[in-house]
Each structure stands twice: as C-alpha cells, then as structure tokens.
C-alpha cells in the first residue's frame, strides 16, 4: 500500500485531494465555529475570514472572534433546563 500511496501517480493525486480538504476545513475553522457556537456575527466572521484568512493574523483574528461571539451557553445547558424543569413539577405532587 505504501507503494502505491507514494511511487505512484494515482496515489499522489489520492493525497493531495485529502490535503487539500484538510486544509479547506482548517481554513474554514473559524466560520464553522460560529455557525455551531450561534454567533450572531456568523457574516462578519465569514468575511474576514474570506477576506484576511490567508493571513495568519486574519486567521486568528476570525478564529478569536468566533469563539468570543457566541451564545455565552454550555451545550448541554439546554437539556439541563428541560431536566430541572421535569423534576420541579414533580415534586409539586
């Protein structure tokens, strides 16, 4: 297999396909940290991350701003709501 994946020409291409997407979702990092956290600044962050992200100070800056923009909520605290909830009405009966 190692042959193949490095003396031939199908597993040179096999690999740079694979870096290449590794990269793009390195790249998009930032962006796709917003959209999961909620921001609200999902369209700023997309563009400087578009803009300035081959940068590395555009990268950290997108990436910073992502993390510092988002709900300020645990993901699990919703569920922890619901199961505070369910337990307060029963002890009501």
Do not use: K
């Not at 991350?49 to 605290?77: H, K, N, P, Q, Y």
């Amino acid at each position: 297999m190692w042959h193949w994946l490095f003396e031939t020409q199908t597993g040179f291409v096999f690999l740079l396909v694979v870096g290449i997407f590794i990269g793009l979702a390195v790249y998009a990092l930032p962006v796709l940290l917003a959209w999961s956290l909620g921001s609200p600044h999902l369209l700023g962050i997309t563009l400087l991350c578009l803009m300035l992200g081959w940068t590395v100070i555009g990268w950290i800056a997108a990436l910073v701003w992502a993390m510092a923009s988002g709900r300020d909520v645990a993901f699990d605290e919703e569920a922890d709501d619901a199961v505070n909830a369910d337990r307060h009405s029963h002890s009501l009966f």
